[in-house]
């Protein structure tokens, strides 16, 4: 049964979806249609067998970053190497990059997410 969060996207997701039937190609229709689908089983507690799985999906509570880049096999594609970070298993230092890779890409590619730099100045007076 879908929890009352994902009922309510649900809801407002299939008038757009309807809409989107008419204006856009067939193909497009489908991948608009796996993206609402795939936000709105996401709040279905359960479906993603560990409930933290989504901590660091971008905008999850509080996260206001970007992912990072995510890697598979092969360990090179098209000239783009895993970086050995990732290889070596040491998962405090995969950690560390993950969160140094999210704000390099926020920064880069949306920088209007990061808190403005504290622009108070304090000259020891009260």
Excluded: C
């Excluded at 206001?64 to 783009?80: I, K, M, S, W």
């Amino acid at each position: 049964m879908l929890s009352r969060i994902a009922a309510f996207t649900l809801a407002l997701a299939l008038p757009s979806i309807a809409f989107a039937q008419r204006q856009v190609a067939p193909r497009f229709r489908a991948a608009a249609a796996m993206v609402v689908i795939d936000a709105v089983i996401r709040l279905i507690p359960g479906v993603l067998g560990d409930d933290e799985s989504n901590q660091h999906d971008s905008f999850s509570s509080g996260n206001r970053l970007l992912e990072f880049a995510q890697y598979t096999r092969p360990r090179e594609f098209r000239g783009h190497p895993v970086p050995e970070v990732l290889l070596s298993g040491n998962h405090e230092q995969i950690a560390r990059w993950r969160r140094e890779q999210s704000y390099l890409s926020t920064r880069q590619r949306r920088s209007d997410l990061l808190d403005p730099p504290n622009t108070e100045h304090t000259d020891g007076k009260d």
